[in-house]
Nanobody
Framework: QVQLVESGGGLVQPGGSLRLSCAAS????????MGWYRQAPGKQRELVAT???????NYADSVKARFTISRDNAKNTVVLQMNSLKPEDTAVYYC??????????????WGQGTQVTVSS
C-alpha cells in the first residue's frame, strides 16, 4: 500500500506565492518520477511539472520561470514552489508518483488533491 499526502494549498492574491509539498509513504522500493498535475473546473487534468530521481525536470510552458519543482529522494518528498501566481493557476493540484513497490510491482499513484485559488 502506498500513500501520497499533499499539503500547502490555499488562497493567494495574484502575484503571490504558494509552496506545495507531497510525501510518499508505504510499501515503496524506489520512485522513478514524481510530479504535479492540476485540474481546473470543466477542464482536463494537465501536467504542471515532473522530476526524475536524477533531478531532471520538465515543466508545462504555462508555468516555466514561475514554478520550481524539487525533490528529496531520501524522504520521498516533492515540493512545488509557485511564484507569480495568476488567476488561471487556480485548480486542484495533484501529486503523482511512478514507483516500484517492495513487491517489485510498478505502479502510478495519486494524492487526494489540494485546492489552489488565486484571486483578489
Amino acid at each position: 500500500q502506498v500513500q501520497l499526502v499533499e499539503s500547502g494549498g490555499g488562497l493567494v492574491q495574484p502575484g503571490g506565492s504558494l509552496r506545495l509539498s507531497c510525501a510518499a509513504s508505504g510499501n515503496i522500493f524506489s520512485i522513478y518520477f514524481m510530479g504535479w498535475y492540476r485540474q481546473a473546473p470543466g477542464k482536463q487534468r494537465e501536467l504542471v511539472a515532473t522530476i526524475t530521481s536524477g533531478g531532471t525536470t520538465n515543466y508545462a510552458d504555462s508555468v516555466k520561470a514561475r514554478f520550481t519543482i524539487s525533490r528529496d529522494n531520501a524522504k520521498n518528498t516533492v515540493v512545488l514552489q509557485m511564484n507569480s501566481l495568476k488567476p488561471e493557476d487556480t485548480a486542484v493540484y495533484y501529486c503523482n508518483a511512478a514507483l516500484l513497490t517492495k513487491m517489485l510491482a510498478r505502479g502510478e499513484y495519486w494524492g487526494q488533491g489540494t485546492q489552489v485559488t488565486v484571486s483578489s
